[in-house]
């Protein structure tokens, strides 16, 4: 399987990663609009198997050519930029695993599936992981009332105060916080302030930890409604 991994930050490098050790990848390209973290990203994998170039996904032309030399693209290109890599993939014919959403792309569903390319956005933890564990827990149970999902990044060293580490685009961080949460109450998607419905948890190992309300239910608003 040939692989292209759009974005070279933290997220980029971890997949491509990922990438690198699967027996079933022969060939990864890491590419980002600064060539130069694209060439250092590569050479830190130390790898046959990949390489890195200059993508601008602005300039679906080049874009659309470059992807069809691969059988899936991956992208973990900042917040905004991410629908353009879904429209290059469409043109393309190339599936794509994207680590952000946008509401707009939902409009994509529709060429996409004529296209027979497969996009799957929001691939993250959460959203991402939690929602398909979430969905797998619903399909387990005869009748399901209520789903919480609470996700947290506890890095291995917490660092005072936050005890957090930005490993995600910054841009794409504090757009979230700013903007209000959508949850489902009583059956209805209603919007709430970020940081709101705060609660207290224990968890074996780490203490007590707060909780609260923030914009991560995704494409589970639509697939699980009713």
């Not at 990949?50 to 290109?77: E, P, R, W, Y």
């Not at 043109?91 to 799957?120: M, R």
Request: hydrophobic residues 40%; negative net charge.
């Amino acid at each position: 399987m040939r692989v292209l991994v759009l974005g070279c930050g933290r997220m980029g490098f971890a997949i491509a990663l990922d990438m690198v050790q699967s027996d079933e990848v022969s060939k990864v390209v890491v590419g980002d609009f600064d060539e130069k973290k694209a060439e250092q990203l590569a050479a830190k994998l130390k790898s046959d198997k990949v390489s890195g170039q200059h993508v601008d996904v602005t300039n679906q032309k080049t874009t659309i050519k470059l992807m069809t030399n691969f059988d899936v693209a991956i992208s973990a290109i900042p917040h905004g930029k991410n629908v353009l890599a879904s429209m290059a993939a469409i043109e393309a014919g190339v599936h794509l695993v994207d680590l952000t959403f946008l509401e707009q792309q939902w409009e994509l569903d529709t060429p996409a599936k004529e296209a027979g390319v497969t996009l799957i956005p929001d691939c993250g933890v959460a959203p991402g992981l939690a929602n398909i564990l979430a969905s797998h827990g619903v399909s387990l149970l005869d009748e399901v009332d209520e789903i919480h999902i609470i996700c947290g990044g506890i890095p291995q060293k917490p660092v005072p105060p936050l005890g957090y580490r930005i490993v995600f685009s910054t841009y794409g961080l504090v757009d979230m916080y700013c903007e209000k949460s959508r949850i489902v109450r009583n059956g209805k998607v209603v919007e709430v302030e970020t940081l709101s419905g705060l609660e207290k948890i224990e968890f074996p190992g780490l203490g007590e930890l707060e909780a609260f309300y923030t914009d991560g239910l995704s494409t589970l608003l639509r697939t699980m409604k009713g």
